[in-house]
């Protein structure tokens, strides 16, 4: 095992340990704090909100990763605010987002 420190602006540098296996292939792991936080609200009747974003941000900027999960019966949908994890949404406004 071998523990190379690898980069990650502007988010810091986190250690990644490399594990060589018998057949010399190697896997790399990371492990790191992330800098994000997360926030969920579920409406109780199969409608599930979840957002992503930066340390810090406040509900009410356009900073966050809006995902929305809609369970009917057997079936279950999740749908995106935006392009993946681009974090322009506003947590405050996820009801009224259009989701695709």
């Not at 420190?5 to 790191?32: C, E, F, H, M, R």
Request: proline fraction near 4%.
């Amino acid at each position: 095992m071998a523990v190379q420190n690898v980069a990650n602006n502007p988010i810091g540098n986190y250690p990644v340990l490399v594990t060589k296996l018998a057949d010399l292939s190697q896997v790399q792991s990371v492990n790191a704090i992330l800098p994000f936080i997360s926030n969920q609200d579920d409406d109780g009747a199969g409608t599930v909100y979840t957002g992503y974003a930066l340390r810090g941000a406040s509900d009410a900027t356009a900073s966050w990763f809006i995902m929305k999960q809609v369970t009917s019966g057997a079936v279950t949908t999740i749908r995106f605010a935006s392009a993946p994890f681009t974090m322009n949404q506003i947590w405050d406004d996820r009801a009224s987002l259009t989701y695709t």
